[in-house]
């Protein structure tokens, strides 16, 4: 009897530890971190080097690889999928990855908005008036006003905002999907180059 449990454990160990590799492997090529360093190239250009450094292999529409803009990509030692996902954000996609292929498709949008607002100040708590705020890469802006406050319509759908100023790095802030009206008090950073991710768009 003891012989018998005693392979019985033996398996299930043999079960989990296979598993363990299996899962392990799958998760693998999106956890590798990256290096990457372009300036104003399209989105297909950093994907390919993506590809060489984790053997990910991406699958979007031609059609809508068209519409994308071009972007700046600064990158040390970053996982792959924190790479894929500041991208995509930007150019209004939504990504799934199983096993090692990565998909790209649009983001659908069900036409119903929130409200953010709230401040954008320097680094040192002074408030910055003319910041243009826009979702993402697209021309739908606002600014911030003579007190530095904004406030701004935008989708119900996880949504990412740029806000940019002169002398100042651009930053994007990604708002999680919602229904409540939000308030987001920003600070923005001297244009100094950073070893962090940094994505922009052309």
Same mark, same amino acid.
């Given at each position: 009897?003891?012989?018998?449990? #005693?392979?019985?454990?033996?398996?299930? !160990?043999?079960? !989990?530890?296979? !598993?363990?590799?299996?899962?392990?492997?799958? +998760?693998?090529?999106?956890?590798?971190?990256?290096?990457?360093?372009?300036?104003?190239?399209? *989105?297909?250009?950093? !994907?390919?080097?993506?590809? =060489?450094?984790?053997?990910?292999?991406?699958?979007?529409?031609?059609?809508?690889?068209?519409?994308?803009?071009?972007?700046?990509?600064?990158?040390?030692? &970053?996982?792959?999928?924190?790479?894929? =996902?500041?991208?995509?954000?930007?150019?209004?996609?939504?990504?799934?990855?199983?096993?090692?292929? *990565?998909?790209?498709? +649009? +983001?659908?949008?069900?036409?119903?908005?929130?409200?953010?607002? $709230?401040?954008?100040?320097?680094?040192?708590?002074?408030?910055?008036? $003319?910041?243009?705020?826009?979702? $993402?890469?697209?021309? %739908?802006?606002? %600014?911030?006003?003579?007190? $530095?406050?904004?406030?701004? =319509?935008?989708?119900?759908? +996880?949504?990412?905002? &740029?806000?940019?100023?002169?002398? /100042?790095?651009?930053?994007? %802030?990604?708002?999680?999907?919602?229904?409540?009206?939000?308030? #987001?008090?920003?600070?923005?950073?001297?244009? *100094? /180059?950073?070893?962090?991710?940094? %994505?922009?768009?052309?």
């Amino acid at each position: 009897m003891k012989a018998i449990n #005693r392979k019985w454990r033996i398996c299930c !160990l043999l079960v !989990l530890i296979t !598993l363990g590799i299996t899962s392990a492997k799958a +998760q693998a090529p999106a956890a590798k971190t990256v290096n990457i360093n372009f300036k104003s190239v399209p *989105v297909a250009t950093v !994907l390919n080097a993506i590809q =060489k450094q984790t053997d990910l292999n991406f699958v979007y529409s031609s059609t809508l690889a068209a519409t994308w803009p071009k972007v700046t990509v600064r990158s040390s030692k &970053k996982p792959a999928e924190e790479v894929i =996902k500041e991208i995509t954000s930007i150019i209004g996609c939504t990504y799934s990855i199983k096993n090692n292929i *990565v998909t790209i498709t +649009q +983001q659908k949008l069900s036409g119903k908005e929130r409200t953010i607002k $709230g401040h954008v100040r320097d680094a040192d708590g002074e408030l910055l008036v $003319g910041v243009p705020i826009c979702i $993402g890469e697209t021309r %739908v802006c606002t %600014v911030t006003d003579a007190d $530095g406050f904004y406030t701004f =319509k935008i989708p119900v759908e +996880q949504t990412t905002l &740029k806000y940019s100023y002169v002398g /100042m790095e651009t930053a994007y %802030v990604t708002i999680p999907r919602g229904t409540n009206d939000i308030t #987001r008090e920003i600070t923005m950073h001297p244009d *100094v /180059m950073l070893d962090e991710v940094l %994505v922009t768009g052309y």
